[in-house]
Structures are given as structure tokens and as C-alpha cells.
């Protein structure tokens, strides 16, 4: 795209999600250097990408203007931190979930660009207060939290340091829908972000369930797949309270407030997620796919082919 103009992304760490974002910001045209401490990884991060972005190509889902082979051109591996950030404006950084490694990180890359590049965060859960708590310049950081896997699964979340300013949540929201992801901004940081807290209520309450032996694990998982999920890939749980009464919201906080009120009085405590409930609901759900790598590689599969067609499917609405 022509508004990246040649600009150079750092991407730190080529693992599944380092290689992921380097995709992602190949599609919208942006130099992608890709920096691992590994000494040979980035470069075998780039073989993986040349081979999704060809198996893209051919399905018809290559994200962007540019062709595979003019977007792999713009990716290139460093095993040198300081060749890496040359030049860059923008650090990506996806390390493994450890808060001392993301620490490291940022000091090692605080020391070799300047004030204006912008240092955000691919974690999931830690708080930007502690991952950039060794960071002098903290006016610069933010958390870009991808959802897994980011090239067919477009959202993120923006969450600020307290010292974030609009004009650094607004220039990465602009960088994150400019190479077509959807980005949302949180106001303030909060234990496991909104997506987390969403998702973790739902899978405590399905675990509950199967737990006290009120539904099994392959039909609990069908309450979403074919129930709540059919509808959530489209509008989120705002929209379908607004939409499931005659005269809107306010409607149906009339109709069903008791209601709710009264079901989520009745959730249980937060589920150990261990012990012998653990146990026999692993069983039940190694049963119906086992935990192999084989089967778990083909459901893997199975799971991105849908979320492309899922892709397909919401770009034209």
C-alpha cells in the first residue's frame, strides 16, 4: 500500500506470532525486519512465511495489493538486535509470556532507537505497567494484543501504559487498520485485557457445567460452534441484547433483567481447572480429538481452513 512509503516494522521474535505480524505488515507494504536470538531462526521464520504466502496466494486469500512473492521481498531475518532496529519506527515484540524476558527486551531496545519509535507488546495477560517497567521512556509503549492466529483472526487490543498518550494510541490504531486488522482501545489497562476477561467467562461457566455434570464436553462446545458463535461472528453481545427485543436495549434490560440477574447469581465459584474434574474432562475431550500431534496438527488445519472461509464470508458483508 502506498502510504507505508518503504517505512521498516521491527518484529522481535519468530515464532508463531512474530511470523504472523510479519505477514500482516508485509501485506500493507511495510519493510518487515525480523530479529530473533536464536542465531538461524528469523531466517527459517521467513522459509515458514514464503510457504503460507504462496498456499495463500493460490487459495485466493492474500491479504493486500502486493503479490507473494513482492511481499516476501520486503521481509528480511537479523540475528543482530542493533541491524534489526536500524532504521525503524515501529517495535513488535513477541517473545514467549514471560515478564522478564519481555523486560529484557525493551531494555536492550530502549538503548538503540531513538525517542520516537514506538515500542508495543504482543502479551496476552501482563500488565503494560509491569512489561515496560524498566523502560525510561514509557510515553512510547503500548500493548498490541493480537488474537491467535492474527493473519485470519483480525482483532486487537490497544491497551496504554498510564503514561500512554492519544497520539501514540492513535498512530498504532491507524498502523493496525491500515494493514487491515481491526483494532479496539481500551481506556485503561486491566487484568487479561476485555478479550481475555470475555473469553475466560465463558470457557469458567462451560468447564462448571461439564463439571457438575450438566452437559458434556462435545455438546457444550456446540452451545457455541452452532448457537452463540453463529451470531458472534457477525455482531458482539451489545448488538444482540439491542436486536432481541421488539423496541431495542432498554427493552430488553426490562424483559430479562431479573432473569440474568438471577441465572448469574447462580454461577459456581472459579473452577481449580485441576485435580480429578481436570482429569476426566481431558479424557472426555481426548476422545473425541485426540492429543497427538497428528490429530491436533489436522484440527489446527481444519480450524484456520474455516476461519478463511469464516474471512471470506465477512468481507463481503
Known sequence: MSSSNGKIITIIGSGLIGRSWAMVFASGGYRVKIYDNQAGQAANAITEIRKQLGELEEAGMLRGELKASEQLALLSSHDDLAQALEGTFFVQESVFEEL?????????????????????????CLLPSNVFSRIQNQSRCIISHPVNPPYYVKLVELVPHPKTPVTVMESTHALMSQVGQVPVCLKKEIDGFALNRVQYAIIAESWRLVQDG??????????????????????????????????????????????????????????????????RINEEMSELIPSDQQHLSARRERRDQLLLGLAKLKKQQ
Open 100 to 124: 522478564e524476558a519481555k523486560q529484557s527486551v525493551f531494555q536492550a531496545v530502549e538503548s538503540l532507537v531513538g525517542d520516537h519509535v514506538i515500542l508495543s507488546s504482543s502479551t496476552s
Open 214 to 279: 450438566v452437559i458434556s464436553v462435545k455438546d457444550i462446545d456446540l452451545v457455541m460452534s452452532e448457537g452463540l458463535g453463529m451470531r458472534y461472528a457477525f455482531i458482539g453481545p451489545m448488538e444482540t441484547m439491542h436486536l432481541n427485543a421488539p423496541e431495542g436495549l432498554e427493552d430488553y434490560l426490562q424483559r430479562y433483567r431479573a432473569g440474568m440477574r438471577k441465572i448469574l447469581t447462580a454461577f459456581g465459584p472459579v473452577p481449580e481447572f485441576s485435580g480429578e474434574a481436570a482429569k
